[in-house]
């Protein structure tokens, strides 16, 4: 495995991680939504941000009405979402877009109701991702993800062909 497919889960167990700064997270799916991108109550997840340096870190968890379906998952795919949201606030290619290219990609625990997030900007659009459950064991890691932008008239239509 590639230096950034090994899960860091000792750096992540110190919360939040030394030296980060946190980062309001309230208005997030709101400004999101202003965009194109509509996330129901489920797939709200991001709960805290921490910034330092060309990494970010985030705290995501399942809300109530979804936790008792964590274990029918390898990861439960709202949890898994709210995990990517926190790359709107990377420093560099943390534009937005939709994941495109996956690389490295590697479940290490299934059922996980909560994660605590590392994402570091690799490239420009392209970011790794670190994730450990709430007792600091590791549950899924992402070597690279490239990010792509949709147009907003796609967004608007719901992809619909014109």
């Known amino acids: 495995a590639s230096e950034a497919t090994v899960p860091t889960g000792a750096e992540l167990t110190v919360w939040p991680p030394a030296g980060a700064v946190p980062v309001p997270v309230d208005d997030l799916y709101d400004g999101l939504a202003e ?5 129901g109550p489920v797939f709200r997840g991001l709960r805290a941000v921490w910034r330092r340096g060309e990494e970010v870190f985030a705290e995501v968890r399942l809300p109530e009405g979804a936790v008792e379906l964590a274990g029918e998952f390898g990861i439960h795919p709202a949890l898994f979402d709210a995990a990517l949201h926190a790359a709107a606030f990377l420093p560099v290619g943390g534009e937005g877009g939709l994941p495109f290219a996956w690389s490295g990609v590697s479940l290490h625990a299934s059922g996980a109701r909560s994660l605590r997030v590392r994402l570091s900007a690799i490239d420009d659009g392209v970011l790794s991702l670190n994730a450990i459950d709430e007792t600091g064991a590791p549950v899924v890691s992402v070597g690279s993800l490239m990010l792509r932008s949709v ?3 796609l967004l608007e239509s719901g992809g619909e062909q014109r």
């Open 35 to 39: 965009v194109g991108y509509g996330y």
């Open 151 to 153: 147009c907003g008239e």
